[in-house]
């Protein structure tokens, strides 16, 4: 079944505004990933955050991790249209476990 | 110099008929994937190779096929089409999973049944 979540669905910004995506899931998890998705292309692996970490930084992307909540966030700064993609959690429960994809948050950027 | 490359891009072709598609990477990962993503975007895994031996299956029909003739090669035979099998097909790579390795994806194959 489902592992990740993501809220909002869709998100719609103007270009400088931060993004916030939301991520829930329901398992105990060694390690969370965010990837992104243009439209007619693959995924792209953005940032991974281990289950013992809080934040992570990557750029203009801060992830979190609250394990108690099983909730991660991650957050775009000062948005650029070119950062107009869908975004997906996917957790990660260790060994040879699969990686578990959320529906995914689709953010446009305006300019 | 593309990592990971998935032949064909479009695939359109009738109920009933059988038809691959094809996978390659050059990034020396041991572990490759075939995931399905559907309309609304939701992705899920299909099947799992290590070093061209099957780790994950997860409930898909038998008409659909794997086959792993060497690590750097993940191809997917469908059987029999059905409507219901017109989806975007992702082939990914990772070294192997144990501590967390990303993903690499291909740029997809979307495949219409008609």
């Known amino acids: 079944s489902q592992q990740g979540e993501e809220d909002p669905q869709a998100l719609s910004i103007q270009e400088g505004e931060n993004a916030t995506m939301n991520c829930s899931y329901k398992t105990s998890i060694n390690n969370l990933q965010w990837y992104r998705q243009n439209s007619g292309r693959g995924l792209v692996h953005l940032i991974l955050i281990r289950s013992n970490e809080r934040e992570k930084h990557s750029g203009r992307l801060r992830v979190t991790l609250d394990t108690s909540k099983k909730s991660s966030s991650l957050l775009i700064t000062a948005s650029r249209a070119a950062d107009t993609a869908s975004y997906f959690c996917?957790?990660?429960?260790?060994?040879?476990?699969?990686?578990?994809f959320g529906k995914g948050t689709k953010l446009t950027v305006n300019p | 110099d593309t990592a990971v490359s998935q032949t064909p891009k479009y695939l359109v072709t009738q109920m009933g008929n059988d038809k691959s598609i094809k996978c390659e990477q050059n990034l020396g990962h041991d572990t490759m994937y075939w995931y399905k993503q559907d309309s609304k975007k939701f992705l899920k895994i299909m099947f799992s190779y290590n070093n061209k031996e099957l780790i994950i299956n997860e409930t898909v029909p038998n008409r659909f096929s794997p086959k792993s003739p060497d690590k750097a090669h993940l191809n997917l035979h469908i059987n029999s089409l059905e409507l219901g099998d017109s989806a975007v097909y992702f082939c990914a790579s990772s070294h192997p999973r144990e501590g967390g390795s990303p993903l690499h994806f291909g740029n997809g194959t979307r495949l219409t049944v008609t």
């Open positions: 996917a957790t990660d429960k260790g060994g040879s476990e699969k990686l578990v």
